[in-house]
């Protein structure tokens, strides 16, 4: 069946009111999704300001606690530091029971001694003393001397001079025999005596 | 009626609006954003911090309470490395081992100052302490009157007296016509916790 037009070019009109409806629905989704990001970033914004607040304000409490706390803390810092400092120095605390014992095992009967010097800087001993015979004195040395037969604490012992010199009687000052002085030095690792 | 009003009207909506998005997007979100960003961070650094506090909040009561519980420990360890001198103590512990051993001090010279001159040069010409760090040095040069066994025991006492001191240097000196008695040089070391 014919159909008769009966307003000739209303068909574009009707296609711009549809397009202009479809561009306002665009402005109108834009809007919203403008809104909703908006609101979105907005309430992210207040929920952080919110939760530093809320921290700031309880690392505040905690720090006036901990600066009410001071006196005890330094109380506490005190001692552990000194707990730490006087462990290091009990492990380097000198003990000089080994390296005397280790004299009087080694050193014979007859020997006196009159002079004996040393420092645990550099594990130096000088001994100066009286012996009658000079073959004890030389054993003995041999045997304070560390060697893979006998284990001893001194590393090397030194001669280093023997003088011949009369005994005379205090009473009458008549010769009554002869003795010898000797300086000996003895080398030992000073760490021996450490932390014992 | 002509369609094309409508449309242009609509699409320079659409366009105007557009524009103010971007200008929002660029001038509101995107700094927005960065602060939000900035935010987290800051949270995130706060509650470290706070985290950190509160655990050094719990330790201080924690050792607040051990210490209150050993707190002769706490007395100990003030005697044995105290923050200052305290040369009194040492002198009174020197004596004290003299009695209990039958030594006699003669002397007693202070030479702390020297220790202390002698470390810091140590440490200029980059040779290390020989302490542990916070710990200082001092000490004092004694001059003794005792027989052997005396000086055992005199020795045995500073080793375990109560203010920690070592012994570092030992030289010993018989007396002429008087065999058993000597007479001793000892350098003591002692120690101070340098507190800051």
């Known amino acids: 069946m014919a159909t008769v037009n009966l307003a000739p070019n209303t068909e574009y009109l009707l296609v711009a009111r549809r397009r202009q409806r479809s561009i306002f629905t665009i402005v109108a989704i834009v809007a919203v999704i403008l809104l909703v990001v908006w609101f979105i970033i907005f309430s992210l914004q207040s929920s952080l300001d919110n939760q530093i607040e809320d921290s700031r304000g309880r690392l505040r409490a905690i720090e006036s606690e901990i600066a009410r706390l001071a006196s005890i803390a330094e109380r506490i810092e005190l001692f552990e530091g000194r707990l730490v400092g006087l462990d290091q120095l009990l492990a380097s605390h000198i003990n000089w029971d080994p390296l005397l014992k280790e004299i009087e095992r080694l050193l014979p009967p007859t020997a006196t001694l009159t002079h004996l010097t040393t420092q645990t800087t550099d594990g130096g001993l000088e001994m100066v003393g009286f012996i009658n015979n000079l073959d004890q004195l030389s054993q003995a040395l041999a045997s304070l001397e560390n060697e893979p037969q006998h284990s001893s604490l001194f590393s090397s012992a030194r001669l280093t001079s023997v003088t011949r010199e009369p005994v005379v009687d205090s009473v009458s000052s008549d010769q009554i025999g002869e003795r010898y002085q000797f300086t000996v030095q003895f080398k030992y690792n000073p760490e021996v005596l450490r932390g014992l | ?196």
């Open chain 2, 1 to 196: 009626m002509s369609s094309r009003p409508l449309v242009n009207t609509a699409y320079l909506i659409l366009v105007g609006e557009v524009l103010v998005a971007a200008i929002i997007v660029f001038t509101v979100f995107v700094p927005s954003v960065k602060n939000i960003q900035a935010d987290r961070l800051a949270l995130s650094e706060t509650n470290a911090e706070l985290a950190e506090r509160t655990r050094f909040l719990e330790s201080i009561d924690r050792k607040r309470v051990a210490l209150d519980q050993n707190q002769t420990d706490e007395q100990l360890l003030a005697v044995a490395l105290p923050v200052d001198d305290d040369i009194d103590t040492v002198t009174r512990l020197l004596y004290q081992a003299a009695q209990t051993s039958g030594a006699t001090i003669n002397t007693i010279l202070n030479n702390s100052s020297q220790i202390e001159r002698t470390e810091t040069t140590r440490q200029v010409q980059g040779e290390g302490s020989s302490v542990p760090a916070q710990i200082q040095p001092l000490g004092v040069e004694i001059k003794l009157s005792s027989n052997y066994q005396q000086l055992r025991v005199f020795l045995e006492e500073i080793e375990k007296s109560a203010r920690l001191m070592d012994v570092t240097s030992l030289a010993i000196k018989s007396l002429e016509n008087q065999p058993d008695a000597l007479e001793a040089d000892l350098d003591i070391h002692f120690y101070k916790y340098a507190h800051e």
